[in-house]
């Protein structure tokens, strides 16, 4: 597949960067050499908590919020027929100043969402209807030269 918008990666990931041996320290070495080697034209890093609360129905906040993000990721998957599950798992938690359960959002360790041009095309890992898409399936079509488009995705 040609690609004719700029294609980039969001690497989404908890909290603190993680240790050498950790495979996270490898996807972001692999993607850093992808860009260098042009397959990708952009990777950035984000990082977030282990939890966040739901997006709600609220008028939308700060572009870069993570509820803004998580749903642009859910609109993504209900368009494509797909699951965020059971990466993006949700629960409920009571705080250390309340009893009070309320329903948060399990975040992955680390999520890649795939752009071409300002289109989200892809986030990793996902549940389709064939079984899990996993980051490491999205490195390995982007090395291939695949550009990760939602229509490829089964």
Known sequence: MERSDPVRVVVWMRDAPPPPEDPRSRVLDRLRELEADGAVDDVSVRVWG?????????????????????????????????????????????????????????????????YAGDRLVGVFPCSTGNGTETVADCVGRLEAGDVVDAQDVD
Not at 54 to 64: L, M, N, R, V
Request: net charge negative; charged share 30%.
């Open 50 to 114: 282990q939890y966040v609360d739901p997006p709600s129905d609220a008028p939308a906040g700060e572009e870069g919020s993570i509820q803004t993000r998580i749903a642009e990721f859910e609109a993504w998957a209900d368009r494509e027929d797909h699951s965020l599950e059971p990466a993006f798992g949700r629960c409920e938690r009571s705080t250390m100043v309340s009893t009070d359960r309320r329903e948060v959002i399990r975040l992955p360790l680390q999520c890649l969402a795939v």
